[in-house]
């Protein structure tokens, strides 16, 4: 699993996804040229395919790759404006609700199959979702007690989808 965060200068860091195997990383800075906007970084052993850029703007030249990575493209960008939409209108606990729902799917790309255990710390959650530890503890405690989730060590298990999908909607 790569982690894509940010860090600010007072030393707060800030989970902006979680890739899973089989995501692509790294197109802003082929197709643009300039330097890479976040880190990446490995929470476990990973293996990477590095495409150099002459070989990506070649592969750019067939149209089935081309169509295939515009729509890789716009999967990512609906996942940020959903992203920024749960910021800016939805309460927390609806925003944790929802995180959760994409975690059980992938975070980024929603391609990977629909799964009950997420693997995922507390703490990475909460950067995730730019909130304290404290706060997402809460949050998953009410999510505990609605039935939806229940709690392991390093994951969630997620119980119930309809009762998770009635806290995303009801808060």
Known sequence: MLKVSTLHPDGKEAILAVLEAGNW???PSVIDG???AHDISASDDSELLFVAHASFHELMRRNSFALSFARLQ???ARAV???LEDATLRSIRARVARRIKRLMHSDVTMSAPERLVIPITHDTLAMMLGVTRQTLAGELKYL???GAI???YGRIN???V???EAVERDC
């Open 74 to 76: 716009s999967m990512q």
């Open 144 to 146: 505990v007690a609605q």
């Open 25 to 27: 990383f790294g197109a």
């Open 162 to 164: 309809e009762r998770l």
């Open 34 to 36: 300039l330097p890479h």
């Open 81 to 83: 404006f959903s992203m």
């Open 150 to 152: 229940a709690l392991g």
């Open 158 to 160: 997620v119980v119930s």
